[in-house]
């Protein structure tokens, strides 16, 4: 019940979090939100850092679960890329665009963890995705995969973290340019059938 209750905390913080940003949002807010008193929220966490801290945990776990989903679906290197970009393209969509600027300002420390897991989760992914592609034949055989990952990975931070607004069109154009850049003329022609079959 306990662990419930502490999991509900967490869970509508996240999405008041990320809705409005962490500034704007009160200990009040999220105790209305859960319907709790703030007793409650204080008897499970610190303070406001400290739930926030907790929130990106699971926030992290979350996407860390849908990657490694993706990653044993037994599906080819492209089906397995495009769904990542699909859990991106969710979490994006449902983030204000002050949110990880508030993060940046306010908590650095969170922040600074923040870039720890796209360096220590999302770019092995993208690398294991990479060769697992080369292997199939869907991506060009002879593509620098370390390279190609660190590009990816300035420009998406470019995008996220530097005032960008997070526009979902600005990252979909950066996934399309990472995913042509990537594929063979035989992924093309998978990818393209994907696509067909997706608007079916």
Known sequence: MAFDKKYIIIKESLGLFLKYGVQHITMD???NKCG?????????????SDLLCQVMKLK????????AIKQQSNTNALKELCGFFDIMNTTVTGMSPTFIMELKKHHSTIFLELLKY?????????IQNIEKGKREGLYKIDLNT????????????????????NSINTIKFLNSLFLHRLVSSKGLEI???FNRNKMI
């Open 118 to 126: 796209k360096s220590k989760t999302i770019l092995p992914f993208l």
């Open 60 to 67: 992290a776990n979350e996407l860390k679960k849908m990657m």
């Open 191 to 193: 990818f393209n059938e």
């Open 146 to 165: 370390e390279e190609i990952c660190q590009a990816f990975d300035d420009l998406s931070r470019i995008i996220f973290f530097n005032g960008f607004n």
């Open 29 to 31: 807010d999220i105790a």
């Open 36 to 48: 709790v008193s703030k007793k409650t929220i204080y008897k499970y966490f610190n303070d406001k």
